[in-house]
């Protein structure tokens, strides 16, 4: 079993934690309590992944997943997807395959409950502040993502974005993919702006259509071939989002070439 995953054998310490029923001596002294302690280490990712899958119910929010056959490939892959909101942990739960663990920026660790969740449950924290210190986080998760047949989430935008279109890609991970030879699985959610206000963080219900996309192959690919592999998968991830969305279609005149924002933002329709 993965590194990564591993960290939810500290899993029952959590239960203590939110219980606070029971000092770490008790935990590990209670007969009783172990095999519920092992079954909570062991079902951790299930647990969180069912708790916060019934947010949705609470929150009036509804998904509608497509393509969810395109994560049954082989091996690890790096998952990318746009990142609108916290309200995407929800969408997150809703397709997160088995063996997946997050990239998230390191100050997301000391969120206190939720920190120790995250630690536990395999995030991979970085410091966005920091391109070498991220790097060197990225390049040994290539490693071990591929010896410990794990797939890796991350959010390419690298920061949460609610404007209806998508930022400019940072490249890590198309690197990442690139040095691990794994192929890239986009996963695009429809922009929330119809429902949600990020300035108030006011909402009413809403339906988020997902779809996940065919994965995109890197075998072969060379540090040389990062920026076309990033700006081919923007376009995709873009006109799919748009589709989604049900906004105009940007057929981008410029997505066989450098198709960032920078020049998208020139098109009409934004
Ligand atoms: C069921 C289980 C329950 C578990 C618990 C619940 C879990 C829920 C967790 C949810 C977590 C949610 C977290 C959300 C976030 O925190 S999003 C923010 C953090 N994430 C990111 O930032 C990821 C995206 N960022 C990147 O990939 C960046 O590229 C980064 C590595 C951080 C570097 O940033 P920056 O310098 O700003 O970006 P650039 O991409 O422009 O890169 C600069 C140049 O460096 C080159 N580069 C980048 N990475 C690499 C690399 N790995 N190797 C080699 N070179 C690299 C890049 O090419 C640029 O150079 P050039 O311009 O191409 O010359
Ligand atoms: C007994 C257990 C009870 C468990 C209850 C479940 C709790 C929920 C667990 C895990 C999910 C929580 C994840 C919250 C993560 C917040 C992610 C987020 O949106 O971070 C912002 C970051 O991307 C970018 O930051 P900026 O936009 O640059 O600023």
Redesign the pocket.
């Known amino acids: 079993m993965s590194r990564y995953i591993l960290r939810a054998e500290l899993a029952p310490l959590l239960v203590a934690h939110f219980l606070l029923l029971l000092s770490p001596t008790q935990l590990f002294t209670s007969a009783p309590a172990l095999p519920a302690l092992l079954l909570t280490a062991f079902f951790f ?1 299930r647990i ?2 069912a708790i916060v899958r019934t947010f949705k119910y609470f929150f009036g929010v509804r998904f509608e997943v497509k393509g969810l056959e395109n994560f049954k490939v082989e091996g690890p892959a790096i998952i990318v997807s746009n ?1 609108q909101s916290v309200l995407d ?1 929800m969408g ?2 809703e397709v ?1 395959p088995d063996n997946c663990v ?4 390191k100050e ?1 660790m000391y969120m206190g409950s939720v920190g120790l ?2 630690y536990l ?3 991979i924290f ?1 410091n ?1 502040k920091s ?1 070498s210190s ?2 060197m986080v ?2 040994d998760v290539a490693k071990t993502m591929v010896a410990e047949n794990v797939k890796v989430w ?3 935008e ?2 949460r974005n609610c404007t209806g279109d998508l930022l400019p890609f ?4 198309f ?2 993919a690139v ?1 691990a030879q794994v192929p890239v699985i986009p996963v695009v959610y429809s922009s929330f702006t119809a429902f949600y206000n990020p300035k108030t963080k006011l909402f009413t219900s809403g339906k988020v259509k997902v779809e996940v996309l065919p994965p995109i192959e890197t075998k072969g690919l060379t ?1 040389d071939d ?2 076309d592999l990033t700006d081919r998968c923007f376009s995709t991830m873009r006109e799919t989002l748009f589709r989604l969305s049900g906004r105009p279609s940007v057929t981008c005149a410029l997505a066989g070439q450098k198709a960032q924002p920078a020049l998208c933002s020139l098109l009409p329709g934004r």
Do not use: N
């Open positions: 990712h969180i992944r990142h942990m997150l739960m997160l997050q990239v998230g920026k997301l969740i995250m449950g395999g995030v970085i966005r391109t991220a790097k990225m390049s991350v959010y390419p690298g920061t940072k490249k890590g991970a690197h990442l040095q540090s990062v920026t």
